[in-house]
T-cell receptor
Framework: NAGVTQTPKFQVLKTGQSMTLQCAQDMNHEYMSWYRQDPGMGLRLIHYSVGAGITDQGEVPNGYNVSRSTTEDFPLRLLSAAPSQTSVYFC?????????????????FGAGSRLTVL | AQTVTQSQPEMSVQEAETVTLSCTYDTSESDYYLFWYKQPPSRQMILVIRQEAYKQQNATENRFSVNFQKAAKSFSLKISDSQLGDAAMYFCAYRSAPHAGGTSYGKLTFGQGTILTVHP
């Protein structure tokens, strides 16, 4: 299994440009999410989805859009990039929660995408 | 909203020694999960250990163990017999247990991270 695949791994943008970070998982996970990692702030949730056609905002959603047309894919769109969006982005997925947390429903992370906005 | 605090930005340990990383959290929920993740220089997030709040017994995974103090809302990670490969950023994280209609369904809240250096 490939797990969670993120592309691209590195990207440099100019202010105002748009781009999409791709995320795909082959584990049939219902839950998918995007985080950004910034120094001294840990990982913060941007958007998440609990199934195809269902998305919701996380802690820092401004400037980002998502959609979930299939179970496998969860792209993150930056419509007009800003320097404040320079960060490392992680996609993560897991199975729907059961009554206990097990290896089956612990988050699996992608390798991360480093985005620089000039 | 839940918050997770790691008050130690950096820690260091000698190889083969023991180190403890601190984590506190704030929640009004009674049922939840706690995690420690490791992030080596490769940037990959790796689950180290997990704890369910309803379990009184502290979780252990080989050289890694936790001290879970529910009343104090404390969840520290102890690494025994430290190895050079343990050098990484460590994140403590909180997740609500699933419940009907919960708006915090499944979201993982992270602490700020602790950089662990292991000296040979």
């Amino acid at each position: 299994n490939a797990g969670v695949t993120q592309t691209p791994k590195f990207q440099v943008l100019k202010t105002g440009q748009s781009m999409t970070l791709q995320c795909a998982q082959d584990m049939n996970h219902e839950y998918m999410s995007w985080y950004r990692q910034d120094p001294g702030m840990g990982l913060r949730l941007i958007h998440y989805s609990v199934g195809a056609g269902i998305t919701d905002q996380g802690e820092v959603p401004n400037g980002y859009n998502v959609s979930r047309s299939t179970t496998e894919d969860f792209p993150l769109r930056l419509l007009s990039a800003a320097p404040s969006q320079t960060s490392v982005y992680f996609c993560a997925s897991r199975r729907k929660s059961g009554q206990t947390v097990s290896g089956a429903n612990v988050l699996t992370f992608g390798a991360g995408s480093r985005l620089t906005v000039l | 909203a839940q918050t997770v605090t790691q008050s130690q930005p950096e820690m260091s340990v000698q190889e083969a020694e023991t180190v403890t990383l601190s984590c506190t959290y704030d929640t009004s929920e009674s049922d939840y999960y706690l995690f420690w993740y490791k992030q080596p220089p490769s940037r990959q997030m790796i689950l180290v250990i997990r704890q369910e709040a309803y379990k009184q017994q502290n979780a252990t995974e080989n050289r890694f163990s936790v001290n879970f103090q529910k009343a104090a809302k404390s969840f520290s990670l102890k690494i025994s017999d430290s190895q050079l490969g343990d050098a990484a950023m460590y994140f403590c994280a909180y997740r609500s247990a699933p419940h009907a209609g919960g708006t915090s369904y499944g979201k993982l809240t992270f602490g700020q991270g602790t950089i662990l250096t292991v000296h040979p």
